[in-house]
């Protein structure tokens, strides 16, 4: 089981198909929502049940199904496009589209592999936004707490913004402070100042294959 700050991390970088599928569990186990719903605060109480059914489901479905039943999640919570252009920096202009393609499906396909394979097992943990928000520029900041089954607190803040109408998260801050999206900045640039672009999508597939145990191809 890993820590509680390393799955913390992985909030940045989320559900609802097939058979016993983790809608089913959810349905089961998470208490409804109300009626009515703060738009900001939608995306990370979508984000937090899908993230709560999947452990509950455990290894009770097979990888590529949880795989499956939460990237269409991740896709409405995170601003992956935006989120991937920050990490790449400006060498994200110079590339060619289909490239650019290439890297984000496979930053996407990472992205979920990462949570299915972290959030694995439910201990108790519940996950709760935090009364009030502050501005950041045109952005808005969410603060949000995941608090365990022994009563362990971290905080998490949720970079908000506003992309067609809808709000979706571009980055995600460790107590308050520590930018997600400045971390994995540095590891991508690392990466692609050894390589191009295809050296940083060989990265993420082996990665990918990895974190999936070899159930998923890269």
Do not use: C
Request: neutral net charge.
């Amino acid at each position: 089981m890993i820590s509680l700050t390393r799955r913390a991390w992985l909030l940045s970088a989320t559900l609802w198909t097939a058979g016993a599928s983790l809608g089913a569990v959810a349905a089961s186990t998470l208490p409804a929502r109300a009626d009515t719903v703060d738009p900001l605060d939608q995306p990370l109480r979508e984000l937090h049940n899908a993230l709560e059914a999947m452990m509950r489901a455990g290894d009770t479905m097979p990888f590529p199904q949880r795989f499956a039943a939460l990237a269409p999640v991740v896709d409405e919570v995170f601003d992956l496009p935006t989120v991937l252009k920050v990490s790449v920096g400006p060498r994200w202009d110079t590339m060619d589209d289909d490239v650019r393609t290439r890297l984000l499906k496979a930053y996407r396909r990472f992205t979920v592999a990462t949570y299915v394979a972290n959030f694995d097992k439910y201990d108790g943990e519940r996950f709760q936004i935090l009364p009030g928000t502050r501005d950041a520029g045109g952005d808005r900041i969410v603060g949000t707490e995941i608090v365990t089954g022994t009563g362990e607190h971290l905080r998490l803040d949720y970079v908000m913004r506003e992309v067609n109408g809808s709000w979706r998260a571009v980055d995600v801050l460790l107590e308050g402070s520590i930018s997600r999206v400045a971390v994995q900045r540095s590891d991508f640039r690392r990466v692609l100042a050894s390589g191009d672009a295809d050296a940083l999508i060989t990265s993420l597939r082996r990665k990918i294959t990895d974190l999936s145990g070899g159930a998923l191809s890269s």
